[in-house]
């Protein structure tokens, strides 16, 4: 089993930044791809961003290109999200997720491919 801690949410204005840190202990050798998901109220959960095992492919959100950027750090089983010139709508939970096995590029987006789900961490951008 895997578990994902995530942390660095928090209240921000309008055009502020944060980053967003998901920590994954456990049997962690054996995750491959890790992504960024986000629901906010109402809303249907979204792939905001993954990142493959050795960090060379990543898929965004048409969105959030330019002003997010996802990272990893496998020595510290650590994923980031540094999430800039943040917007009101992307307010939202934001949620660390990990797949168990190789996962093609093409399939990051959707959450069913994804095995481990941290418990989410609140981002809430003032207008």
């Known amino acids: 089993q895997v578990q994902l801690v995530e942390s660095g949410g928090g209240l921000v204005q309008a055009g502020g930044s944060l980053r967003l840190s998901c920590a994954a202990s456990?049997?962690?050798?054996?995750?491959?791809?890790m992504g960024w998901f986000r629901q906010a109220p109402g809303k249907e959960r979204e792939c905001v961003a993954a990142?493959?095992?050795?960090?060379?492919?990543?898929y965004y959100l048409d969105s959030v290109k330019g002003r997010f950027t996802i990272s990893r750090d496998n020595a510290k089983n650590t994923v980031y999200l540094q999430m800039n010139a943040l917007k009101p709508e992307d307010t939202a939970d934001y949620y660390c997720?990990?797949?168990?096995?190789?996962?093609?590029?093409?399939?990051?987006?959707?959450?069913?491919?994804?095995?481990?789900w941290g418990q989410g961490t609140q981002v809430t951008v003032s207008s």
């Open positions: 456990g049997r962690s050798n054996s995750i491959y791809a």
């Open positions: 990142i493959s095992w050795s960090g060379r492919t990543t």
């Open positions: 997720a990990a797949s168990r096995s190789y996962l093609r590029a093409a399939y990051y987006y959707s959450g069913s491919q994804y095995d481990y």
